[in-house]
């Protein structure tokens, strides 16, 4: 059987640098979630920051050439490509974690009086009781919510303003809501009663629109990342300010810098590192892009293993090649049985429903 990540690889329309970035960032997640990479939590920042630039990108073009975003349409085909394997988690994830956990770590498992905040995506507002083979559900709680706020942006600078000005003032908002989540940080710490500043959407916005002000940029002012020269060097210099903040991090112990300052400046070096690697071409980096592509339901099933590995097999190097290698074969496993399933019909369905051409799939 040929696998269809071949063919989707090979897509001249895909973009190698945000495939190696998107791989990075699943193994920095999964890793820390082993207790292997310190600070590897932080690829759910550059997550967010790629996910803003792909659906940036999608919206911005219907945004530019047509009168009203479809935003019915958009919001079914992003359901079509996330709804069924997060669902397929939620429901078939619970049944696992009950034939593993039920008696050594109840726990982790997620009751049915519990199972609505995960089902209509408001976890990450409600706190505890915590399931932690569940922990990745708040940050798809954060896209799910964009999905539906950035679309309703667009709109309100399509009804309200002019063609002559809707870009400046398109622009406008997307800055605002950087500066906004930026605020919104201190403000959830000073006056939260859980000084909760890392799982709200409020709190996490910005870096899902700094990834949208990069497709703005690509799309009205793309010379300015086509002609920048050594973009290598604005890439190594966002890395290495990342390790900087984490450094400050572990020597300041400061907690107003943890939860405020910390998650706003990091996805801005994501910023520079996406903006300094998007031109190069990484097709040979074949393993990574591979890695990429399974990155979606990887993020969904690895925390579900966990404990189990940590049990049989203990947090030990061995337990770790066994953690890596059973959930990459789970996650790809479903994404060959539920995700690429569904997208086989998507265009199909999204044409009987709406009379306009569909959404390419990303």
């Known amino acids: ?57 999608i919206l911005l073009k ?28 939620i429901i078939l994830g619970d049944v696992i974690a009950w034939l593993l956990y039920r008696n050594s770590h109840p726990d982790q498992i997620i009751p049915l009086w519990d199972m609505k905040r995960y089902l209509l995506f408001y976890q990450n507002y409600t706190g505890v009781p915590f399931h932690y083979s569940f922990d990745v559900i708040w940050s798809l709680c954060v896209e799910e919510h964009f999905y539906i706020l950035f679309p309703l942006m ?3 600078v399509q009804f309200f303003f002019k063609d002559a000005n809707k870009r400046k003032w398109l622009l406008i908002f997307i800055l605002a809501v950087i500066v906004m989540g930026w605020i919104f940080k ?15 959407t409020h709190n996490r916005i910005d870096a899902l ?8 940029v690509l799309r009205y002012r793309s010379g300015m990342i ?30 107003i810098y943890t939860k405020i300052l910390f998650h706003s400046l990091v996805p801005l070096c994501f910023f520079m590192i996406i903006a300094g690697m998007y031109n190069y071409d990484f097709s040979r980096f074949k393993i990574m892009r591979f890695i990429a592509y399974y990155s979606y339901n990887w993020y969904l099933w690895h925390i579900l293993f966990r404990s189990f590995i940590y049990d049989a ?12 290698i059973l959930t990459f074969s789970v996650a790809m496993f479903f994404t060959i049985i539920v995700e690429e399933q569904v997208l086989k019909y998507r265009s199909a369905l999204l044409t009987k429903m709406f009379s306009r051409h569909t959404i390419k799939n990303v």
Do not use: C
């Open 1 to 57: 059987m040929k696998l269809r990540v071949f063919d989707a690889l090979q897509d001249p329309k895909r973009i190698s640098s945000i495939d190696v970035l998107r791989g990075i960032a699943i193994i920095s997640v999964v890793l820390f979630h082993f207790g292997y990479l310190p600070y590897g939590s932080l690829g759910v920042d550059l997550f967010f920051v790629i996910s803003g630039v792909l659906i940036g990108g």
């Open 62 to 89: 219907e945004f530019e050439t047509s009168d009203r975003i479809n935003f019915f349409k958009f919001f079914f085909s992003r359901g079509l490509k996330i709804w069924p394997s997060y669902y397929t988690l």
């Open 154 to 156: 667009l709109l309100f």
């Open 186 to 200: 201190p403000l959830s710490f000073h006056f939260m009663h859980g000084q909760d500043t890392y799982s709200g």
């Open 209 to 216: 629109a700094l990834g949208v002000l990069f497709s703005f």
């Open 226 to 255: 086509t002609k920048l020269k050594r973009g290598y060097f604005y890439a190594i210099a966002g890395a290495i300010l990342v390790i900087i903040l984490a450094a400050l991090d572990i020597i300041l112990k400061n907690v």
């Open 313 to 324: 097999i203990g947090k030990n190097v061995a337990g770790l090649i066994i953690y890596l």
